[in-house]
């Protein structure tokens, strides 16, 4: 329909005239394209107008999205219970013993620490490494510690004395991640040669060396079943790898920076990764699905931890704070704040009562829920 060419015939300057009894009022206000409309005409004939033979459709209100329910300020509900000050140097991971009854710490300072979690009572102190010692892990039958860094291998400890079991080279790089399947039958590492080694835990040997990373390797994580290793790296990629023979199954691409920490929840469905994009991203594992990007960091995230219940996630980052994110809808519950500098290291206990973070400040944070 030609609204203007109803108004008014340009080319022969007539006035389209409106049928009488039809609105009369509106011609005197010469508000013919309003008639026109409320009429729903579809043209003039004859100086007859016709009805449209089609009604307009009627117009409804767009489907609003399904409210967020808000988050569990109680999943978030930690304060602050004991400060650790015993590492000289840049604090680097940390491991809580199944048991929850012991922390290990690693540093910069060369050492590895094991503390007494409920406490915070120093127990002992392991030499760990000739230079820095970038990560460490404990077995889930607590037997076994395993700890990498900086001169290009992996060792692995006796718990309970701390005495060194055996020492694994293969790395040509320092080796940044490691990682024990919860039967303790594979040990994996990632290293910033870029490659990432899956190893027998018994004896030493090396299963597998997986290449495809373009950068470093900063992170290594084994899925609750030992079935599936997952890789985080400098070249903004996260790999996921079958153990068994070591194949590559999928590769995610979402971050847009180094990718330096994974976790995986105890069910095995979710993977929460963290990066220098100062974002933390939640997958699903299996499909290799994004399910959310969880923003709020101001700077890189170092570190990220999933709670046993699979209900929250927490990350510590170079802006000096600890974040703790509800999973299901990908909210932030609450900011954790008292580290001098960044946060280099999250943990979290099996039952979930306990938060240790730790920092380049070289201090190690006990956050303990509150009832």
């Known amino acids: 329909m030609n609204l203007r060419k109803l108004r008014h015939n340009k080319s022969s300057g007539d006035r389209t005239k409106i049928p009488s009894g039809v609105l009369p009022g509106l011609k005197k206000t010469g508000l013919v394209v309003g008639a026109i409309l409320l009429l729903g005409l579809t043209g003039c004939k004859d100086g007859q107008f016709r009805p449209s033979a089609t009604p307009s459709p009627t117009r409804t209100a767009a489907s609003s ?3 967020v329910p808000p988050p569990n300020p109680s999943l978030g509900n930690f304060a602050l219970a004991n400060t650790l000050s015993n590492h000289i140097s840049w604090v680097t991971s940390l491991a809580i013993s199944p048991d929850g009854q012991t922390l290990v710490s690693s540093s910069n300072d060369k050492t590895v620490k094991i503390w007494q979690l409920s406490s915070g009572k120093l127990l002992r102190n392991v030499a760990g490494d000739a230079r820095w010692v970038n990560d460490v892990a404990i077995s889930r039958d607590g037997e076994t510690l395993i700890s990498g860094g900086y001169d290009n291998t992996v060792k692995v400890w006796q718990l309970s004395d701390d005495s060194l079991v055996r020492t694994l080279a293969g790395h040509t790089r320092a080796v940044m991640s490691v990682a024990i399947s919860p039967d303790s039958q594979y040990l994996v590492s990632g290293s910033l ?3 990432v080694k899956i190893w027998r835990l018994s004896t030493g040997e090396l ?6 990373h373009t950068g470093k390797v900063y992170a290594v994580a084994i899925s ?3 079935q599936t290793a997952v890789s985080g790296s400098d070249d ?3 790999k996921v790898w079958r153990v068994s023979d070591g194949e590559l199954r999928s590769t995610l691409t979402a971050h847009t920076r180094a990718v330096k920490s994974l976790a995986i929840s105890p069910d095995g469905q979710t993977l929460v990764s963290g990066s220098d994009d100062s974002t933390v991203k939640i997958w699903r594992l299996s499909a290799g699905e994004l399910r959310s990007t969880l923003t709020g960091h101001t700077d890189w995230v170092n570190s990220v931890a999933i709670s046993a219940d699979g209900q929250i996630a927490v990350s510590g980052s170079l802006d000096k704070t600890v974040k703790i994110w509800q999973i299901s809808t990908g909210q932030l519950i609450r900011t954790l704040t008292g580290h001098k500098r960044g946060v280099s290291a999250v943990a979290l206990s099996p039952d979930g009562e306990t938060l240790v973070s730790a920092g380049e400040d070289s201090d190690i ?5 509150l009832q």
């Not at 299963?207 to 495809?212: P, V």
């Open 65 to 67: 999205p399904a409210p």
């Open 193 to 195: 040669d870029s490659t």
């Open 207 to 212: 299963l597998h060396t997986l290449t495809g």
């Open 224 to 226: 609750p079943d030992g």
């Open 236 to 238: 903004s990629t996260i």
């Open 365 to 369: 944070m006990i956050w303990r829920r």
